[in-house]
């Protein structure tokens, strides 16, 4: 993870003066956790559990929502090609689509960080013999979830 973690510090050096982070575009809304369990499904899909709402850069939101639903490239293009219908210009695409390759590693990375804590939340509590309803099952599926966000960190930031 400290590779990572260089990596993007880099990467934040190299990139903080692209057009795509000085595009004078305003900061919007984020949900913070859109995943399967907070979307209400219908003819007008509906967000739940706004927990972690706050100010930031869409190109954010769309990095969690691509890397934590796993969205595949053909469902990446399907999602930014929607998203061209309600925004007005092209080249404000282009930039989101730049800050988004960006910021996919740094959401991965928070994600894992996060799941690590749940991981180790749950492995002191099976020492103590206590239970805590906010992370109910086994370590494993805690720890199966870190290892499966580095696995997907290190191919974004490995060098190709």
């Known amino acids: ?8 510090a880099g990467s934040f050096e190299a990139s903080r003066d692209f057009d795509s982070f000085n595009s004078g575009e305003t900061l919007s809304l984020l949900h913070g956790d859109i995943g399967p369990g907070n979307v209400l499904w219908s003819t007008s ?5 706004w927990e972690y709402t706050r100010l930031g850069d ?6 969690y929502t691509f890397d934590q639903n796993a969205l595949t490239p053909s469902q990446r293009r399907a999602f930014s090609d929607g998203y061209q219908q309600g925004i007005d210009s092209r080249s404000r695409l282009t930039h989101l689509i730049e800050r988004v390759d960006w910021w996919e590693p ?5 994600s894992a960080l996060w799941w690590v804590e749940r991981w180790v939340r749950r492995t002191e509590l099976d020492t ?7 992370v109910p099952r086994e370590p494993d599926y805690y720890f199966d979830h870190v290892i499966s966000r580095i ?7 490995s060098p190709s």
């Open 151 to 157: 696995d997907r960190l290190e191919t974004l930031v």
């Open 58 to 63: 869409p190109a954010d939101e769309m990095a």
């Open 106 to 110: 740094l959401t991965l990375l928070g």
């Open 1 to 8: 993870m400290r590779c990572a973690a260089d990596s993007l």
């Open 45 to 49: 899909p509906c967000l739940i559990d």
């Open 128 to 134: 103590e013999r206590n239970a805590d309803p906010g």
